[in-house]
């Protein structure tokens, strides 16, 4: 049986741009994909670039995709990912949002982002289509948006190009285990050999990883995205609000893509079809309609689902799992893992070369949940 220097489970946009990385290093490396390449949250999010609002821990592999992949990353792999660096305007009215709002550009300045809050007349300037209701908002002009199915497919194809092969509709059981070492994985039909193992395949990693008694912390949590009729491009900047209850851009040709939360979304949902719930779409088109009035007369053509992979403390784990050499972790992305995947891609694959990686990714431990002495 062929033996891979990497088996990396799971080929959502983080496990093909660890695969690209891995290729990079001149491993040979294989990609185990239960269903479709990006099938899962990689093609169905919302494409927010966003450096801003990140929580304290996760805000340097932010900052560090921003800086340092994002802007090349069209050239590096050949395609065009619509990555547009317009800025993010999260949006508030009320003295309640300003609050929230100013803690978040206090966080972000601390730790040396370009952002700042800003009231009435600037955002206006900025996005003259928002409603004269919005009083303040923070404005971080290094966000951006990106398209996330181009994006994952963008990874797949360089790394095909450099060598790496993927399966497709394999589903991966297991964890190998030989004379206590990674020997590589079972699928439900097939076994693959490797001595390195990266799991990458969101929520359901915490099942793979349970055959080796690794406990992973996640719950699944159903969220939604809708797209409209294309219009004239009205604005490039990704919105957001200090509620949280939407967040979208304006698409290259046009159509609105928007995401949200109605506050009531259902967890570990049963249903292995990712559906759309009825009660969704018009509670996002409510909140998007009370920043932005003017879209008010817009068609919605097509709403979908996808699954969360969230953690307990919302912050991602990005690990080597101490007590079993060789075997990586990178999951629980919790709804935000789109905007740093192209770090976390490099990051990993560092790890699993045995390479220092450029970031300390102490605070994504996946042993961090457990009593510690
Ligand atoms: C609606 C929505 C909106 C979002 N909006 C944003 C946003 O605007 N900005 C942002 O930064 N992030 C956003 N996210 C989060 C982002 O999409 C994810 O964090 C990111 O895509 C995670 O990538 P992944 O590769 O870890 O997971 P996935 O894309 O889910 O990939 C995991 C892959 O593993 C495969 N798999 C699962 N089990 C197995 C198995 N047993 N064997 C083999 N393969 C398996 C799956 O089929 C899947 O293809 C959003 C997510 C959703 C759902």
Redo the contacts with the bound molecule.
């Keep these: 049986m062929k033996k891979y220097d990497v088996i990396i489970?799971?080929?959502?946009?983080?496990?093909s741009a660890a695969a690209y990385n891995l290729a990079k290093k001149n491993l040979d490396v294989l990609v185990?994909?239960?269903?479709e390449i990006?099938?899962?949250?990689?093609s169905?999010?919302?494409?927010?670039?966003?450096q801003s609002a990140r929580k304290a821990e996760e805000l340097p592999l932010a900052i560090y995709a921003v800086n340092n992949i994002w802007p090349n990353l069209e050239k590096e792999l050949g395609v065009n990912i619509e990555y547009h660096q317009e800025g993010n305007l999260r949006l508030g009215k009320t003295e309640a949002h300003r609050q929230i709002l100013a803690d978040i550009v206090a966080q972000g300045q601390a730790q040396g982002l370009e952002l700042e809050l800003i009231k009435r007349d600037e955002i206006k300037k900025i996005c003259p289509y928002i409603s004269d209701e919005v009083q303040y908002a923070s404005y971080c002009p290094t966000d951006g948006h990106a398209n996330?199915m181009k994006t994952t497919l963008a990874y797949y194809k360089k790394a095909l190009e450099l060598g790496v092969k993927f399966i497709t509709g394999?589903?991966?059981?297991s964890v190998l285990i030989k004379e206590g070492k990674i020997a590589g994985v079972k699928t439900k039909t097939d076994s693959y050999s490797s001595q390195k193992v990266i799991l990458?395949?969101?929520y359901?990693s915490k099942f793979?990883a349970d055959s080796l008694g690794i406990e992973i912390p996640m719950r699944k949590l159903l969220?939604?995205?809708l797209v409209t009729e294309p219009r004239e491009l009205m604005f490039d900047q990704m919105i957001g609000t200090a509620g949280s209850d939407f967040?979208g851009h304006q698409s290259e040709h046009g159509s609105f893509v928007f995401?949200g939360m109605t506050g009531n979304e259902p967890y570990q949902f049963d249903q292995k079809r990712r559906v759309t719930l009825k009660r969704t779409a018009p509670s996002i088109s409510r909140a998007i309609l009370n920043y932005f009035p003017l879209l008010k007369d817009l068609n919605v053509i097509r709403t979908w689902?996808?699954?969360?992979?969230q953690t307990p403390d919302h912050l991602p784990i990005i690990s080597r799992v101490e007590e079993i050499d060789n075997f990586y972790l990178?999951?629980g992305?919790s709804?935000?893992?789109?905007?740093?995947?192209p770090a976390v891609g490099e990051l990993i694959a560092d790890l699993a070369a045995e390479e220092d990686p450029a970031l300390n990714l102490s605070s994504f431990k996946y042993d961090r949940f457990h009593p510690k002495s």
């Design positions: 489970v799971g080929a959502g946009v983080i496990g185990l994909e239960k269903e990006g099938i899962g949250g990689s169905r999010n919302g494409g927010g670039v966003r996330p394999e589903e991966v059981t990458a395949a969101g359901e793979i969220v939604e995205v967040y995401g689902s996808g699954f969360l992979d990178a999951c992305f709804g935000h893992g789109f905007g740093i995947a």
